[in-house]
């Protein structure tokens, strides 16, 4: 029998090149290319914008603010292991990454999927319980308890993504295209020359308990939050106030998740070459965006600090001014 070495040097080769399918770009890559870069600023500037204004702000040192700033840090972590590689190979002719830099790609991408459906989840059950039980939120929902739910929530997240990625980088592979403009692990496995049992059975268990199980626990916290309102018009306010942002967030990523889980898994040849590539990356693109968008906008208390920074640094730069004139 051959050992692992062996197999990776003879029968099964394993690519250290992998090869990206962008399709026929050559005459408006370098559109994208700046398409790409202006997207990643935009992500970068308003996430960093919510998460600067929650910190710098005693009066936001609040559970549900520290679980948005989490979500935004988590959409930045996501968006980084995304699109700079992406502009990369926009700008260049050759679409290639390197096995090891693909393996990191998936590992970093599925586990700001794991962590943004458990921070999702994380901050239903907050709403739950402020909603829900209003007299025990206080005690219930520190600021410990609040470190120690979104610690679990990414602890358990890299602990499942840790071991997908070790399950599949034993795997020989016979061919290194990828049909994709980034790595994703269901794709990498389906080069594989081998027996890929374990990998499916330990992937559907990550999809089902993670992409499915969440949702569902999020779905049964909002459940419950509607049976509150429906007895209290002022719970109905809160709740509307405060939550609608989360649903729609929760709603934007479920969708965008699920179509990637369905496009690629069981019906890959029936939507056309060039809508799936758009489509694949929605994921990694809309919920960075709409996220700090939705919270800067609904979430008063930081739509005023917001709004006091930006008034702080007019007057700042209008004294400047006046100075030079003097």
């Known amino acids: ?109 599925y586990t700001y999927v794991c962590c943004e459906f458990t921070m999702l989840a994380i901050m239903a059950f907050d709403r739950y319980v402020c909603i829900c039980n209003p007299l025990r939120y206080s005690n219930i929902m520190t600021l410990g308890a609040a470190y120690k739910l979104m610690a679990t929530g990414w602890v358990c997240g890299f602990t499942l993504i840790t071991v997908l990625v070790m399950l599949t980088v034993r795997l020989p592979l016979c061919d290194n295209a990828i049909p994709k403009i980034y790595c994703d692990n269901w794709t990498v496995v389906r080069l594989s020359c081998v ?59 479920f969708a965008d998740c699920m179509f990637e889980v369905m496009l690629y898994r069981f019906i890959p040849t029936i939507v056309p070459y060039g809508v799936r590539i758009v489509m694949s990356t929605q994921l990694l693109v809309v919920p960075p965006i709409v996220n700090p968008i939705l919270y800067g906008l609904k979430m008063n208390a930081i739509k005023v600090k917001i709004q006091q920074i930006f008034r702080t640094k007019k007057l700042f730069v209008a004294k400047l001014k006046l100075i030079d004139l003097m």
């Open 1 to 109: 029998m051959l050992k692992r070495s062996e197999m990776l040097n003879s029968t099964y080769p394993n690519p250290s090149q992998m090869s990206l399918l962008f399709g026929d770009i050559s005459d408006i890559g370098y559109l994208y290319s700046v398409i790409t870069i202006l997207g990643f600023l935009v992500i970068v500037v308003c996430n960093c914008t919510v998460m600067s204004t929650i910190l710098l702000h005693k009066s936001l040192q609040e559970p549900m603010y520290i679980f948005i700033c989490a979500l935004c840090a988590n959409g930045l972590y996501g968006s980084s292991a995304f699109f700079p590689n992406l502009f990369i190979n926009l700008s260049l002719k050759t679409k290639t990454i390197s096995y090891t830099a693909c393996m990191i790609q998936v590992f970093c991408l």
């Open 195 to 253: 027996d890929t049992t374990v990998n499916n059975a330990f992937g559907l268990f990550i999809t089902v308990s993670v992409a499915i199980g969440m949702p569902l626990l999020t779905l049964i916290s909002y459940i419950e939050i509607l049976k509150v309102c429906a007895k209290s018009k002022e719970a109905r306010a809160k709740a509307m106030q405060t939550c609608t942002p989360q649903i729609i967030s929760l709603l934007v990523f």
